[in-house]
Nanobody, 114 residues
Framework: VRPVESGGGLVQPGGSLRLSCAAS????????MGWYRQAPGKQRELVAS???????NYADSVKGRFTISRDNAQNTVYLHMNSLKPEDTAVYYC?????????WGQGTQVIVSS
């Protein structure tokens, strides 16, 4: 059982995309949910996260451009990405944490290119 991402694709620089992550269970049961990304040849890095208490955290590189939100009724977390740059190109992975356990989605590709 794992979360399921959707919404990736090809977008021009300066464009926007919204990624969705359907949780594997009730979203309120998880300590945190969010997104990591991994670009070719680079380590996976945290993009944004949200906790069950409503707190959020962002990588410095996306602050002011990306927003993470959650819809508890739909058990879905969203990543709204604006002003996209070529360096945002990566596979984006949704994660859920439950106590010390982490659960990962299979990833969705985002390509920012003209």
């Amino acid at each position: 059982v794992r979360p399921v991402e959707s919404g990736g694709g090809l977008v021009q620089p300066g464009g926007s995309l919204r990624l969705s992550c359907a949780a594997s269970g009730s979203i309120s049961s998880f300590n945190a949910m969010g997104w990591y990304r991994q670009a070719p040849g680079k380590q996976r890095e945290l993009v944004a996260s949200t906790t069950s208490g409503g707190g959020t955290n962002y990588a410095d590189s996306v602050k002011g451009r990306f927003t993470i939100s959650r819809d508890n009724a739909q058990n879905t977390v969203y990543l709204h990405m604006n002003s996209l740059k070529p360096e945002d190109t990566a596979v984006y992975y949704c994660f859920e944490t439950l106590e010390t356990d982490w659960y990962w989605g299979q990833g969705t590709q985002v390509i920012v290119s003209s």
